[in-house]
């Protein structure tokens, strides 16, 4: 007969390890469970994951958390989205935010109405009907209104923060929950030889850590999910050729602003954070055709501010494990794959997998369809994530550099081609099961890449042109008008949520 889980076992800390601890430790607060998370200090975390998207303010506030409490302990600013600069051509930019664009007009998509009056040589752009684009492109920022007055007025937002810190505040929460914390390193590994299961882990000093649920938080080396189970790896490097990164981080120059900027450059692409008490910096270069040391050059030519430490490094193979859950271990962060933070998905693949992992809790039957189940999930919302991320070299008309070339001559995977092929034959907009990203993200891509459908939906002929160009307009201006009134990003947080001096 099968029995409740009564031993949780988190191999790793950093953001994995304690966003995986605070929300099994109030998932799991009347049960009879322990939890406990072995977490070396000698051992270094990547921790460049700075940058969230918008439901990173659902789990915080699942768990109980004060958000402005929150803002303040970890130096995060709030972000509106991410403007992408030198992406299509150098010189160009665009703004990818957390909210649609207008709002549908006789259930129809607003994109098409806009379509239809640039088709009679208008060149409207989209932005100007998104309240979050506007608000950025002022260097505003307002909380959405509980109660928004229009559609137009309904957004999201994410925040950018410390994640060191932002680990830490877990870290705080999870233990006053229950969480046991052991400070050690993990000597082996054992498996139940009947089953392969993971039976224990010993550490330095000869202790045996027994567990019922592992859960692997071990970054990129995967002790768990690969090292001990074997797992396999998914790589994607064909499509996705970026596997270097740079980090550094610098003081703070000018005023803060309410999204973070990636920067493409020639051989890779550059992103800028802005934290309340420095900037993040980093650097993702493809090193087939780029050395190390030119990297590091390309990064610390185009920082601005003094360098406060020194620039960390480290190496990747994007792409996934073939199972995010093998036996009884669950590989949740780097363990279970990366693919490079142009979206800043990082942390939210987290999210997700913890989401997953409460909806299908196994007893210790660990009944196969359901783990087969949250694999299923779990590998369409990757692929449908690296499809989006390939969208963005692929759709660059830069022909700069090798690199640009090769973007743009590569083959693509089907799923992607077949999305592109129908929203230029018609502007329809492909959303399938377990997408990360909503239809307003695809179409930020779409508009911004230049693809221009070869029809609009003909229901938007029941609004006469002159009409409609007179609404366009006013919608417009409302929003411009209501983004003025607003207070700069930087005097938001100054009045709200000034962090505590470090």
Known sequence: MSESIKKVVIVGGGTAGWMTAASLSKYLANKDTNITIIESTTVGTVGVGEATIPNIINYNKNLGIDELELIKATQATFKLGIQFEDWNKPGEKFFHPFSD???????????????RVNAQGSQLNIEDYCFPAVL?????FAQPHPNPPSPLADYQYALHFDAGLYANFLKSFALKHGVVHIDAFIRSVELNQENGFIKSVTLENGDIINGDLFIDCSGFKGLLIEEALKTGYEDWSHWLLCDRAMAVQTELSGEITPFTRSIAKAYGWQWRIPLQHRMGNGYIYASKYQSDEEAERTLLSSIEGKKIKDIRKFQFTPGCRKKVWNKNCVAIGLSSGF???????????IQSVIDKLLTFFPDTSFNQHDIDEVNRLHNDELIHIRDFLILHYKASKRDDSPFWQHCQEMSIPDSLAHK???FESRGHIIIRESESFEPASWLTMYNAFGFIPKRFDERTEKVSIDILIKNLSQMKGSLENAAKQAITHTEFIKRHCQARPL
């Open 420 to 422: 592109i092929a129908v």
């Open 136 to 140: 950025a492109k002022q260097g505003k």
């Open 339 to 349: 693919l490079e933070p142009l979206e800043s998905t990082s942390i939210s693949l």
């Open 101 to 115: 664009y207008g709002m549908p007009i006789n259930n129809v998509d607003f994109h098409h109405y806009i379509n």
